[in-house]
């Protein structure tokens, strides 16, 4: 009678097997671990993503067309957070479009001075980010919506081979000190000029000079000024199609089950784009954000009250429930300590401040909050300190934050765009009123018809 059992050589084979089978999902679920482990530590250069960016599938068409516009904006904000430089491509951005011309972007940069890495607080940093790396969509050369014929964007190294000798533009040939300093001057006045500019230039190719300051200049951002120019930019598809990058959506799908608690980790999540089929444009059910700022941002929180300084722009819809009036008695250095107190309140809250007004958001949100996600840079045992007191104050589905995520090497640079997809998707957001990223979050929402009361501050 014939045997059927397996031989000792069998064994071992079937064993190895079954080893790899569990062994090799978890190198690779843990690559960008495993690839770090191997280059001594130092930060992604992100290679892929720059290659890909310069070949565009556009770009062969665009080679041989000779009616495609571009404007290029070498003054965009650089050595700066992501929150600042984002508004900066915003209006960039938006430029571009309302001109007919294909905006021409560049790379999220921290050091110009052409190095790889920059040391920041102890810690090597990329020099530069592809932006492809951060967003996706429109900005980056993704189709228009649509009926909307302005060219797609391009790259600045695409820019370069097309429009070697471009026009160039100083800030200076129109923004004068009226339109720099005067708070009576509409955002929206500037942004027509610049129009009217640009309109008036027949070469395809216009540089905005790199040595120019921005058209919108960083104190224009923290003035209700600026809210005059949402007339165009709330119907333009630089906010209403604003995208995320791939490498932002597989960090979501990687930590998924944080900001949707009936989801359940799995190894193999976030291995493929289909892994979950979700609508990113819907809000997260349920989801209450808060963006809490900690850290150096607390003598942040003291300047902005010695010198009176106003939330920024996109923070300040008149239709919002959250407002802040700026005291009048204060300004130029100096402020009482009621004032300053107030700024505490509002910029730098407390555990016992954050749980009150998140309680009162709960009641009075016209949807249900079950669960929250706390976008913060605070230390592990204050946030876990955070999360104990809010858990306390009501029965919360889940509470979880920026310190529980599970992300690669390459997400781990760019993952405050992470906190920003989350919190444009959450149901109700509870940011801080000074700060850029949550700024541009509302920004978002807003342009996507999330309900103003939606968005609530500290």
Same mark, same amino acid.
Request: include cysteine.
């Given at each position: 009678?014939?045997?059927?059992?397996?031989?000792?050589?069998?064994?071992?084979?079937?064993?190895?097997?079954?080893?790899?089978?569990?062994?090799? @999902? &978890?190198?690779?679920?843990? %690559?960008?671990?495993?690839?770090?482990? #191997?280059?001594?530590?130092? !930060?992604?250069?992100?290679?892929?993503?720059?290659?890909?960016?310069?070949?565009?599938?556009?770009?062969?068409?665009?080679?041989?067309?000779?009616?495609?516009?571009?404007?290029?904006?070498?003054?965009?904000?650089?050595?700066?957070?992501?929150?600042?430089?984002?508004?900066?491509?915003?209006?960039?951005?938006?430029?571009?479009?309302?001109?007919?011309?294909?905006?021409?972007?560049?790379?999220?940069i921290w050091n110009p001075d052409g190095s790889l890495f920059t040391d920041y607080n102890g810690h090597l940093i990329p020099s530069r980010i592809p932006l492809t790396a951060l967003l996706g969509g429109v900005m980056v050369g993704g189709e228009m919506? @649509? &009926?909307?014929?302005?060219? %797609?964007?391009?790259?600045?190294?695409? #820019?370069?081979?097309?429009? !070697?000798?471009?026009?160039v533009v100083h800030v200076t040939d129109v923004n004068d000190d009226r339109m720099r300093f005067d708070e009576s001057v509409p955002a929206a006045y500037v942004l027509e000029k610049w129009i009217e500019k640009i309109n008036s230039i027949e070469d395809p190719c216009v540089e905005i000079s790199g040595k120019s300051e921005a058209i919108f200049e960083y104190w224009i951002f923290g003035h209700k000024r600026?809210?005059?120019?949402?007339?165009?930019?709330?119907?333009?598809?630089?906010?209403?199609h604003w995208g995320w990058s791939p490498l932002i959506h597989d960090a979501y799908r990687r930590n998924r089950h944080i900001f949707v608690p009936s989801a359940k980790p799995t190894l193999f999540e976030g291995l493929t784009r289909s892994a979950v089929a979700?609508?990113?444009?819907k809000p997260i059910p349920g989801l209450l954000a808060l963006h809490v700022r900690r850290g150096d941002f607390q003598n942040h929180c003291v300047h902005l009250g010695k010198w009176s300084s106003n939330w920024n722009a996109f923070n300040m819809f008149p239709e919002f429930s959250d407002k802040f009036s700026r005291p009048t008695d204060g300004g130029w250095g100096e402020t009482s300590d009621k004032n300053?107190?107030?700024?505490?309140?509002?910029?730098?809250?407390?555990?016992?401040?954050?749980?009150?007004?998140?309680?009162?958001?709960?009641?009075?949100?016209?949807?249900?909050?079950?669960?929250?996600?706390?976008?913060?840079?605070?230390?592990?045992?204050?946030?876990?300190?955070?999360?104990?007191?809010?858990?306390?104050?009501?029965?919360?589905?889940?509470?979880k934050s920026s310190r529980d995520l599970d992300i690669t090497w390459e997400q781990k640079f760019v993952v405050q765009a992470l906190d920003m997809f989350v919190a444009q998707r959450s149901e109700v957001l509870i940011g801080n009123g000074w700060s850029s990223l949550t700024s541009n979050v509302v920004m978002l929402r807003m342009a996507r018809g999330s309900p103003p009361d939606s968005n609530r501050f500290w």
């Open positions: 009678m014939p045997s059927y059992g397996l031989t000792k050589r069998g064994i071992r084979f079937l064993f190895l097997a079954i080893l790899l089978c569990f062994v090799f @999902p &978890g190198i690779i679920y843990h %690559r960008e671990a495993v690839r770090n482990y #191997f280059t001594d530590h130092l !930060p992604p250069l992100y290679e892929d993503y720059r290659e890909r960016e310069q070949n565009l599938e556009h770009y062969k068409e665009y080679e041989t067309r000779k009616d495609v516009k571009y404007l290029w904006s070498a003054n965009h904000a650089h050595s700066s957070g992501w929150g600042n430089v984002m508004q900066d491509y915003v209006m960039n951005g938006l430029l571009a479009h309302t001109t007919g011309r294909s905006f021409v972007f560049d790379d999220y919506p @649509p &009926g909307d014929t302005t060219p %797609r964007a391009v790259s600045k190294g695409f #820019f370069n081979k097309v429009c !070697p000798h471009p026009t600026m809210l005059s120019v949402w007339k165009y930019l709330e119907h333009s598809p630089v906010s209403t979700e609508n990113y444009t300053m107190q107030m700024y505490l309140q509002r910029c730098f809250p407390t555990i016992d401040q954050i749980v009150q007004k998140v309680m009162q958001v709960r009641v009075e949100s016209e949807q249900p909050l079950t669960h929250i996600y706390i976008m913060t840079n605070g230390v592990v045992d204050w946030v876990e300190e955070l999360k104990e007191a809010l858990g306390n104050s009501g029965n919360w589905d889940q509470i």
